[in-house]
Nanobody
C-alpha cells in the first residue's frame, strides 16, 4: 500500500514558477513508476509527466515539454514537478500517481496507475 500526498500548489501569475511535491509512504516507493496528471474544470484528467523507478526515463505531454521537469528522490520518497513559464491553461488540480507495472506500459495511462494522491490546486492568472 502506498499513500501519496501532494503539496506546493497555489496561485501565481503567468510566466511564474511552482514546484509541486508528492510525498509517498511505504518502503517500496523506489520500485514504482510515478506520474503527474492534471484535471481542469469540465475536462478529463490528462497526462502531464512521468518518471521511471530509477529516474532514468522521463516523459512529458507536448503541452508542457520544455517548461516542466519531473524528478524523484528515492531516499526521501518524494517526486517533484518543477513548473516554469506557467500559462493560464496550466490551471488545474494536479495529481501524482504511483504504478507498479513496467514504465513503458503505463507511463501516460492514468488507468494503469495503482495509487493516487488527493490533488493540489494550481491556478495561473493572466
Amino acid at each position: 500500500q502506498v499513500q501519496l500526498v501532494e503539496s506546493g500548489g497555489g496561485l501565481v501569475q503567468a510566466g511564474g514558477s511552482l514546484r509541486l511535491s508528492c510525498a509517498a509512504s511505504g518502503r517500496t516507493f523506489s520500485s514504482y513508476a510515478m506520474g503527474w496528471f492534471r484535471q481542469a474544470p469540465g475536462k478529463e484528467r490528462e497526462f502531464v509527466a512521468a518518471i521511471s523507478w530509477s529516474g532514468g526515463n522521463t516523459d512529458y505531454a507536448d503541452s508542457v515539454k520544455g517548461r516542466f521537469t519531473i524528478s524523484r528522490d528515492n531516499a526521501k520518497n518524494t517526486v517533484y514537478l518543477q513548473m516554469n513559464s506557467l500559462k493560464p491553461e496550466d490551471t488545474a488540480v494536479y495529481y501524482c500517481a504511483a504504478g507498479s507495472a513496467p514504465y513503458t506500459v503505463i507511463y501516460l495511462r492514468a488507468r494503469a496507475y495503482d495509487y493516487w494522491g488527493q490533488g493540489t490546486q494550481v491556478t495561473i492568472s493572466s
